[in-house]
């Protein structure tokens, strides 16, 4: 099952797609947008750029400065990387050139780790992509506005992606209704001003219903957590995992050979038996080497009390069967909102009704025709 995915607002981007490499796609998008826009007026761009990610792919000039990475997927990834930054300059640049720079922020963020069998690397730290070790939840950014009090600092304070969205409106001398109570703060002073930021911790996630860990039980979480399930939390300086917190190797960027990261090089680590609990002072140790949850029971215990209580707040995991009709084929060919309520109505009479039959296998047939793809295979992204 395949379809169509570009969108430029509500509706499918058809006219945008003209075999563009996505990361200059973006990028010639967004030079139109501010080249008609007038910068006296406010805008909020968010670029969704899809590098870097798999598929690992990359226009061809891109990969000459990285000939002399041995192993394949490091070097697409470089590549991809490459153009990417270069996509940034030139946003960049429009911002100067459309007279928007002087009074612009500029917010650079990803979503997690990397992942080292997909040329990424999180090295020192532990783990990666799709783990609650550092290598998989800690992730680069950064701002860069003429906005800022403080350049060219590093802010190691606590900050989340969700701080963005009230950081954002404070900026624009938006609003935010009192009584919604959101998750994040903020930060902008933390990160302009180097002052201490508002956030003092981070629900990483829980998930109750990933594969629970064999050993954990309400013993070993003092009776507060089952240590069962799969949990991350940091509170200030302190992180605490339990359950299963996934794969929990250090891998050196010197283990990429050209058949993928070799297991013998990397740190390999064998879960003790019956551990289903770890503690780690993060800011001492960010590479979570040092695991403290039998010396120091009391901030276990702690930490285990703030995982129950923002527990009590979620809302039950629901993961509806699939739909057929959410099929892009049904839906002009376009993967998007398909989901439309049936309201009850009268019963027409039996003329009516078989009109409407008739009406209804015309429009169907039409609808099929018109989400056909017969060059359409699976797998196939523009990176």
């Known amino acids: 099952m395949c379809g169509y995915d570009l969108y430029e607002n509500d509706h499918a981007a058809w006219d945008q797609d003209n075999g563009i490499y996505s990361t200059q796609m973006y990028t010639q998008r967004v030079q139109q947008i501010l080249a008609s826009h ?12 899809q ?23 490091r070097r697409r990834y470089a590549a991809m990387l490459a153009c990417l930054d270069e996509a940034i300059h030139n ?30 690397s999180n090295w020192p730290l532990r783990g990666s992509k799709g783990t609650y070790w550092e290598g998989g939840i800690r992730a680069v ?26 950081t954002l409106i404070s900026l624009a001398e938006g609003q935010i209704d009192e009584d919604i109570q959101l998750d994040g703060y903020d930060i902008w002073e933390t990160i302009s001003e180097g002052l201490r930021s508002p956030r003092v911790d981070i629900l990483h996630n829980i998930d109750p219903i990933y594969t629970k860990a064999k050993n954990g ?42 058949l993928g990261p070799t297991r013998w090089h990397n740190e390999r680590v064998t879960l003790s038996t019956g551990k289903s609990v770890w ?22 215990k702690q930490l285990l009390r703030r995982l129950s209580q923002f527990n009590k707040t979620a809302v039950p995991v629901r993961y509806p069967p699939k739909d057929p009709r959410s099929n892009p084929r049904l839906n002009g060919g376009v993967w998007g909102p398909w989901y439309k309520e049936e309201y009850k109505k009268k019963q027409p009479s039996k003329n009516k009704a078989k009109k409407k039959h008739k009406k209804s296998k015309i429009k169907k047939k039409k609808q099929q025709k018109a989400g056909s793809f017969p060059n359409c295979h699976s797998g196939v992204s523009h990176g």
């Open 279 to 300: 503690l780690f002072n993060i800011t001492a140790d960010p590479y979570e080497r040092v695991d403290l949850s039998s010396r120091y029971p009391g901030i276990v």
């Open 38 to 49: 007038n910068p006296a007026k406010p805008i909020f761009l968010y670029i969704a750029y």
């Open 91 to 120: 946003v960049t640049l429009a911002l100067k050139t459309y007279g928007f720079y002087d009074n612009s922020i500029l917010i650079y963020s990803s979503d997690n780790g990397g992942q080292p069998t997909a040329g990424g």
């Open 141 to 166: 950014g950064f701002v860069h506005s003429p906005l800022l009090k403080n350049r060219g600092t590093v802010c190691r304070e606590l900050v989340h992606i969700t701080d963005w969205y009230p």
């Open 217 to 258: 039980s309400w013993a070993a979480g003092y009776g507060i957590w089952n240590t069962a399930i799969q949990s991350a939390i940091r509170v200030q300086h302190w992180k605490l995992l339990t359950g299963n917190p996934g794969y929990s190797d250090w891998v050196p960027p010197q283990a990429f050979s050209n």
């Open 51 to 73: 590098a870097v990610h798999s598929p690992l792919q990359a226009p061809g000039r891109y990969f000459e400065h990285y000939r002399s990475i041995i192993n394949i997927n």
